[in-house]
């Protein structure tokens, strides 16, 4: 397919790198809540052990991830199609920008006052600017993507 190149950085990151963030955050939704909350939600929301609630919506979310993981890991590897792979990110990035809401939601002034921001914050939020910035640059066709070879 004419319309088939998908650079070599792209291919890395999406076939390898994202799916083990993924595989990480199944790894925490069905196995340490603490951890998952420590690192992943708004200090303002997780001043307590997690309620059953919170529990079982945690295990809820390690089983979506198992079906993005399965995705990233089985269909991206099968097929090369630019539009295909551009449909699954552009997916993925939705997913991600309703997470980054989410954590502003819960606590506005924190989510923009990263002079305060601490290691848990770095860690989930830095991540989540990453993906998004380079879900976003593929998106774009920045770097060739979809090109002749």
């Not at 198992?66 to 997913?95: C, G, H, M, N, P």
């Not at 290691?119 to 998004?132: D, L, P, R, S, Y």
Request: charged share 15%; glycine share 6%.
């Amino acid at each position: 397919m004419a319309n088939s190149h998908i650079p070599l950085f792209y291919r890395i990151f999406f076939l390898y790198i994202d799916p083990i963030f993924c595989l990480s955050a199944i790894y925490l939704c069905f196995f340490d809540h603490t951890t998952y909350l420590e690192m992943g939600i708004p200090r303002a929301l997780t001043r307590q052990p997690p309620s059953p609630l919170a529990t079982h919506l945690i295990t809820v979310l390690g089983a979506w991830s198992v079906s993005i993981f399965t995705l990233q890991t089985l269909l991206l590897q099968q097929y090369r199609d630019v539009k295909l792979w551009k449909i699954f990110e552009f997916a993925i990035l939705l997913t991600d920008l309703g997470i980054v809401y989410a954590v502003y939601e819960a606590d506005p002034v924190m989510a923009v006052s990263v002079s305060k921001w601490e290691k848990a914050e770095w860690t989930n939020n830095g991540i989540f600017g990453m993906v998004i910035a380079i879900r976003t640059a593929f998106l774009l066709g920045i770097g060739g993507v979809g090109k002749p070879n």
